[in-house]
């Protein structure tokens, strides 16, 4: 029943910008912790951006000034606003999600962002 749906990514040139989303089935219940991770070419899944519940936002340094992070609770849905896209950051994305008082920790299917040169 848990479920989450990713969209947005796609092919753009460097310099421009994609939002991609990720939408939480409704029997995930309230998310403590969403999360942003990247797998590139040859390389370790790594944590790109993180929110809390309250809006608190974690950035890696590779990203910071470009990527925004937001969440909208009432739809259960994190969002991931990239802009001034670089070829290095192609990869596919994962939206994670920790539900509140859970567990485990759930993953989204990926989605291909792919930035030409």
């Known amino acids: 029943q848990v479920q989450l749906v990713e969209s947005g990514g796609g092919l753009v040139q460097a310099g421009g910008s994609l939002r991609l989303s990720c939408a939480a089935s409704?029997?995930?219940?309230?998310?403590?912790?969403m999360g942003w991770y990247r797998q590139a070419p040859g390389k370790q899944r790594e944590l790109v951006a993180a929110a809390t519940r309250d809006g608190s936002a974690y950035y890696a340094d590779s990203v910071k000034g470009r990527f925004t992070i937001s969440r909208d609770n009432t739809k259960n849905t994190a969002y991931l606003q990239m802009s001034s896209l670089k070829p290095e950051d192609t990869g596919v994305y994962y939206c994670?999600?920790?539900?509140?008082?859970?567990?485990?920790?759930?993953w989204g299917q990926g989605t291909q962002v792919t930035v030409s040169s």
């Open positions: 994670n999600v920790k539900p509140i008082g859970g567990l485990n920790s759930y």
């Open positions: 409704e029997a995930i219940g309230g998310i403590n912790i």
